[in-house]
């Protein structure tokens, strides 16, 4: 099972990014991705992640400003992030869980892409 991330950027305050996450060898629709975030020096914490009955949680700081979806055909978990803040800054990961269920620690996910840089200009 692998998990490839993209879509990553630098943008300005208030502005939108997209990014995809393409699981192989599992599949989406049946199990939990997520999304998590880390800044240099901090734990990485819980972005958004969807069950695999497609339901979808969020963290407080991006509810209203973030949308998680999936797309069965291409096997692709994506994050669309409006309104994005500098706060925001930071690497995102995609991650892959045999749950049926989504879980908040990075503990439940046993495969993670490598990471993506999203910084956001004041």
């Known amino acids: 099972v692998t998990v490839v991330e993209s879509g990553g950027g630098l943008v300005q305050a208030g502005n939108s990014l997209r990014l995809s996450c393409r699981v192989s060898?599992?599949?989406?629709?049946?199990?939990?991705t997520a999304w998590f975030r880390q800044v240099v020096g901090k734990e990485r914490e819980f972005v958004s992640g969807?069950?695999?009955?497609?339901?979808?949680s969020y963290t407080d700081s991006v509810k209203g400003r973030f949308t998680i979806s999936r797309d069965k055909a291409e096997n692709s978990v994506y994050l669309q992030m409006n309104s994005l803040k500098p706060e925001d800054t930071a690497v995102y990961f995609c991650?892959?869980?045999?749950?049926?269920?989504?879980?908040?620690?990075?503990?439940?996910?046993?495969?993670w892409g490598q990471g993506i840089q999203v910084t956001v200009s004041s």
């Open positions: 991650a892959s869980s045999l749950r049926a269920t989504v879980v908040f620690s990075t503990d439940g996910y046993d495969v």
């Open positions: 060898g599992r599949s989406v629709d049946s199990y939990v």
């Open positions: 969807l069950s695999w009955g497609g339901t979808p």
